[in-house]
């Protein structure tokens, strides 16, 4: 199950409608908006191959310009909550 | 395009990466590994030493050297030096130590040309069919290219370089904007003459001559 | 509750991204988590003009480790290999610690009240004798602001002369011109990401591998993430560079200017421009021709523009065909058309990065204008990843050499003698009268040099470079310095070098982390960095030499500060109010650098650029707003082929070219001093093509003597080394101390510029 951080360049115009458009609980969760209009986002998958799905959906959106990873976790975990 | 004559393209290199960069999955976790294997000693130890280019192999060469020297007094860079009592047999044979000073490869070989005996082999002419032994990267977790920074200062000085030496570009997953820019050997191209070795910038050298790997011949031809 | 292993992992993820994105915003103070004794604190690198962070670790008042700064935007934690070396450029054995003092062959070591009592007297005997513009400060894009603006101050709101150079003249004078003719505003609109953004990158005259290390290594990320990416290496000399290149392009020297002419024919020909962008954004206007070569001394020049229409461009145009400049340059014809057409396709991000290649160039101002006539035809432009681009050599030739203005004609932020509106506001801010400041620019660096050995210059100070190395035609610079008569050369350093040996006083200088500073880097970021351990011995700031000057020739009263570097830097700050505009310097010691404008808290990515730039308003997209005389257009130039000064003949039958190496940087004063980087390059050779080589019974390693007009010099030769020289050309690197190339360069410079063209004179080959 990974996750992993990423950061979101964008049109700084488009940063708070991609916010709402990029947020699903559970898949992609944008956690920062910064100044200059980027956005900081946690993917979560069920693999990495979906992961590379999901991000890849990301930079087609329009007013997206770049996704960048900053941090990735793909160890096995168990929920222990 | 623009690969005919004059402006002719990168060559293998490029199409290499291309392959590589086009398949690396999210998240890859960073090529490698992080091999430490000690610093090889070449004296002394009867180890591995370093002779000059077209050298025999090192039984029979120590069976034809005379321990005349001619072949050291000829070096222009002070390169062959004669290995003294340390090394039981082969004292007086000829040596190189490369952190001292390395094969320059001249490309009239006066050291084959001045052995008297044959230990330096005539039929060696061409200082691309030298085969002095062969430059690995010993410790590959204190090479700085390795670790992204800009040195690749041994494939730079490498007199063969883009052939025994070739820098094979790789994405740095730990800044996510560069490149890991990894000189790799290629056995079958170096001639082993130690430029590399005195060239890295560690304290100790990460990338050292060694002993060729015995030829191992199949069918396959690539 | 307990905080579930997912939610841990989640966090970590968004506070690393967090991270990478804000670059981490750490201030000095929570760098300086002692570590077993050890406070880091930020700095850029000392080196070039790419400008990456480095992290300096301070033990017991010594600096005993550096490393990248992983929380810099532009090298995240790397560095090149001078930059890995960087702990120890500040330690050789041979720091100058004490004030020198010639007697007669001999340098005597001096107290500082005595060495700058002398030198004091010097300037005043000098004033009262021959005017003021008989003294005269050579700096450097490697003084800090601070540094820089000090001495601008003085020399041209104190002593009352325009006689202010820096050694970025000699580097990066041409991109300045470039810019001002084209945009009427120094610096790019672009910034690093565009090296992240773009997918097709023309290099024209750049050897980005070897000489902007780091940026070359994202550049190639961006073509292993993106196979769309792709580099075109336009060169006269095979580099590390091309080899990486997906397209090596060898073109005969100088006939850069016919090959964008020819590509701007083919553009304009097939009509691959955006119409709208040029209906909107553009004018068009041609300049003089046959504008000469500055060859002769107190060479003048004056342009005298012309408007002309899109029609009267294109017949310009005309005679630059396919197969013209296929004859001139050596490019193949079908070559040419396919570079105009990657240039002009709209599915690409066209970027162009040109370094010395361009701007030492006997039209180095024309070729900058041509490669942005090619960006303006075709729109391609002030846009995420899509702009040409200018790379620097020092780390403040941008921010210090060209923002402060430390140039004969300019004032500080784009303002010029010549305009009474900006020696008003000058005189303003300095608070001296404006009569003060003179209207008339005097000499640029080469004709400094001149001026010191025709006797017209008699008081040369030099601060943190080493011309007498680094000039053009060398001989005659160096032996003009000793000519006597009255000439007086103070050269402020941290070591012995080829301009401390002509010095009548040399001052032991402080460096980098020994003092505090503020360095510009290419992409228009500011980066501050403080005092981290005390110089050595007696060493002083040349910012403290330079106001012991001041009060002791009685302009104390220009520099009333008490934290002298936040107060400049701060005054410094209202002549960047509403164009340039730097943050607050609270803002610098906090950030990794800031990239000016910077407005309401926020830095600028593109300028000119709707939705990024502060002063483009929505609706107007992309608004060329500094070139107020045309209305906020750019500007496309009629700029022609014309030859190089020297050309080789029968005489003198090759092209000599000179440059930097990886391992060294510049004239190698202070990686020379680094035993690992003399080990991995220590050594100026001559690199030529084996061919020649055999023609003239030249073998590797075998001596190599070269001769031109100028001097002569003897070389081992390389036909196998990291550049491989094109036929008819060889190439030398002008680090080595021991091996002074510049003897044989020509003082040649662009009459627009005055930027020297080390790129190209004639020299003979023979086997020594």
Redesign the interface.
């Known amino acids: 199950m990974p996750i992993s951080g990423v950061v979101i360049t964008c049109r700084p115009e488009a940063s708070r409608e991609l916010c709402r458009q990029l947020d699903q609980p559970g898949v992609v969760e944008v956690t920062h908006t910064l100044e200059d209009g980027s956005l900081v986002a946690v993917i979560e998958s069920s693999s990495v191959d979906d992961e590379v799905s999901v991000v890849k959906s990301i930079m087609a959106t329009a007013g997206v310009l770049d996704v960048r990873i900053a941090y990735h976790n793909f160890e096995d975990i168990a929920d222990r909550a | 395009m623009g690969k005919d004559g004059q402006n002719g393209g990168p060559g293998c290199t490029r199409r290499q990466f291309l392959k590589g960069g086009a398949s690396l999955p999210l998240g890859l976790v960073m090529a490698g590994g992080l091999v430490s294997i000690p610093y090889l000693r070449r004296t002394g130890g009867g180890e591995f030493m370093l002779r000059p280019p077209g050298a025999l192999e090192e039984k029979r060469f120590l069976g034809a050297c005379l321990k005349c020297g001619k072949c050291a007094r000829v070096c222009p860079y002070g390169s062959i030096r004669l290995a003294g009592p340390e090394a039981g047999v082969a004292i007086g044979t000829p040596v190189i130590i490369p952190r001292k000073e390395p094969c320059y490869l001249c490309p009239d070989l006066p050291c084959v040309t001045a052995c008297p005996s044959g230990a330096l082999d005539r039929g060696v002419q061409e200082v691309e069919k030298v085969r002095m032994g062969t430059a690995v990267i010993v410790d590959r977790a204190n090479c700085l290219s390795l670790r992204g920074l800009r040195c690749e200062v041994c494939y730079r000085n490498c007199p063969l370089m883009d052939k025994a030496i070739t820098i094979e570009p790789r994405h740095n997953e730990r800044t996510g904007t560069h490149t890991i820019m990894e000189p790799v050997v290629h056995h079958d191209k170096c001639v082993g003459c130690g430029i590399c070795e005195k060239t890295c910038v560690r304290e100790r050298p990460v990338i050292v001559v060694q002993k060729s790997p015995p030829r191992q011949d199949d069918h396959y031809e690539f | 509750?307990?905080?579930?292993?997912?939610?841990f992992?989640?966090a970590?993820?968004?506070?690393?991204?967090?991270?990478?994105?804000?670059g981490g915003r750490l201030g000095v103070d929570d760098a300086e988590a002692a570590e077993g004794g050890l406070k880091w604190g930020k700095a850029p690198c000392r080196f070039c003009g790419t400008g990456c962070g480095v992290l300096v670790g301070v033990k017991d008042g010594k600096i005993v480790a550096t490393k990248?700064d992983p929380a810099a935007p532009v090298?995240?934690?790397?560095?090149?290999?001078k930059?890995?070396?960087l702990s120890k450029v500040l330690s050789g054995k041979d720091r100058l610690t004490k004030p020198l003092i010639r007697k007669g062959n001999r340098m005597v070591e001096a107290s500082w009240d005595e060495a700058m009592s002398l030198i004091a007297s010097k300037f005043k005997e000098s004033i009262a004798k021959h005017g003021p513009d008989s003294v005269a400060i050579f700096g450097s894009g490697q003084w800090t602001v601070f540094e820089g603006y000090a001495a601008a101050k003085l020399f041209k709101g104190g002593i009352g002369t325009n006689n202010i150079e820096p050694n970025a003249r000699f580097c990066m004078a041409s991109a300045v011109t470039g810019f001002m003719s084209t945009f009427n505003s120094d610096e790019p609109m672009g910034c690093y990401?565009d090296l992240?953004?773009g997918d097709t990158y023309f290099l024209w005259g750049a050897n980005m591998a070897e000489c902007h290390?780091?940026l070359?290594?994202?550049l190639?990320?961006?073509?292993?993430?993106n196979?769309k990416v792709k580099i075109i290496d336009f060169g006269t000399r095979h580099t590390?560079t091309?080899?990486?290149?997906?397209?090596?392009?060898?073109f005969n020297p100088q006939t850069d200017l016919a090959l964008l002419n020819g590509i701007a024919h083919i553009i304009v020909r097939d009509k691959l421009y955006d119409e709208s962008f040029i209906r909107k954004h553009v004018v068009f206007k041609k300049g003089k021709t046959n504008i000469g070569y500055g060859l002769e001394d107190k060479f003048k020049f004056a342009d005298d523009p012309k408007p002309m229409s899109f029609d009267e461009y294109r017949e310009f145009l005309a005679p630059y065909t396919p197969e013209y400049v296929s004859r001139l340059s050596?490019?193949?014809v079908n070559?040419i058309e396919?570079v105009a057409r990657l240039y002009a396709d709209k599915k690409r991000k066209v970027n162009s990065l040109w370094t010395m290649g361009f701007n030492q160039h006997v039209r180095g101002t024309w070729v900058n204008n041509l490669v942005y006539n090619v960006h303006l035809l075709t729109g391609k432009i002030c846009k995420?990843?899509e702009n040409p681009m200018s790379l620097t050599g020092q780390p403040s030739a941008c921010g210090t050499a060209r923002e402060v203005g430390t140039f004969t004609h300019r004032l500080p932020a784009d303002m010029v003698v010549t305009n009474e509106e900006h020696r008003k506001k000058a005189a303003e801010i300095w608070g001296v009268p404006v009569e003060k400041i003179p209207a008339k620019p005097t000499y640029h660096a080469t004709e400094m040099f001149r001026a010191l050995d025709r006797g017209d210059i008699k008081v040369l100070w030099v601060q943190v470079t080493n011309p007498f190395q680094s000039a053009p035609n060398l001989s005659r610079y160096r032996k003009g310095a000793r000519k006597g008569g009255g000439r007086f050369i103070i050269v402020s350093d941290i070591y012995p070098t080829r301009s401390t040996e002509l010095a009548d006083v040399i001052l032991p200088s402080a460096s980098w982390v020994e003092k505090e500073g503020f360095f510009g880097n290419a992409e228009r970021r500011g980066q501050q960095w403080f005092k981290m351990v005390d110089p050595p011995g007696e060493a002083r700031n040349d910012l403290w030499q330079t106001i012991e000057l001041a009060k002791r020739l009685g302009y104390g009263n220009l520099f009333p500060y008490r934290y002298v570097e936040k107060e400049i830097f701060e005054e410094y700050r209202k002549f960047t109010v509403g164009g340039k505009d730097l943050a607050p310097y609270e803002a610098y010691t906090r950030a990794r650098g800031l990239r000016w404008p910077y407005v309401n808290?926020?830095?600028t990515?593109w300028r000119y650029a709707e939705?990024?730039d502060p002063y483009v308003k929505a609706g107007e997209g992309v608004k060329f707003y500094k070139n107020k005389p045309t209305d906020g257009r750019a500007v496309i130039w009629a700029r022609p082929y014309e030859p190089a000064a020297e050309v080789p003949d029968k005489q003198y039958p090759f092209w000599l070219c000179t440059g930097r190496v990886?391992?060294q940087w510049h004239t190698g004063t202070m990686t020379g001093r680094v035993p690992?980087?003399k080990?991995?390059?220590g050594t100026a050779v001559c690199e030529m093509h084996p061919d020649d080589a055999k023609r003239l019974g030249i073998?590797?390693?075998g001596k190599v003597k070269l001769t031109s007009r100028r001097g002569s010099i003897v070389l081992t030769a390389d036909l196998?080394?990291?550049g491989k020289a094109e036929r008819g050309n060889v190439f030398v690197a002008f680090f080595d101390e021991n091996k002074l190339i510049n003897e044989l360069c020509i003082d040649a410079y662009c009459p627009i510029s005055g930027e020297p063209d080390y790129k190209k004179c004639a020299v003979k080959v023979e086997k020594a």
Do not use: H, W
Request: aromatic residues 8%; charged residues 30%.
């Open positions: 509750m307990a905080l579930s292993r997912r939610d992992l989640k970590s993820a968004a506070a690393a991204a967090l991270a990478a994105a804000t990248g090298n995240k934690g790397l560095n090149c290999i930059g890995y070396f990401d992240d953004l290390p780091v070359f290594s994202r190639i990320d961006n073509r292993l993430k196979q590390r091309s080899q990486m290149a997906d397209m090596y392009i060898r050596g490019v193949p070559t396919e995420p990843g808290g926020k830095e990515l939705g990024y990886l391992e690992e980087l080990r991995a390059y073998k590797q390693g196998r080394g990291r």
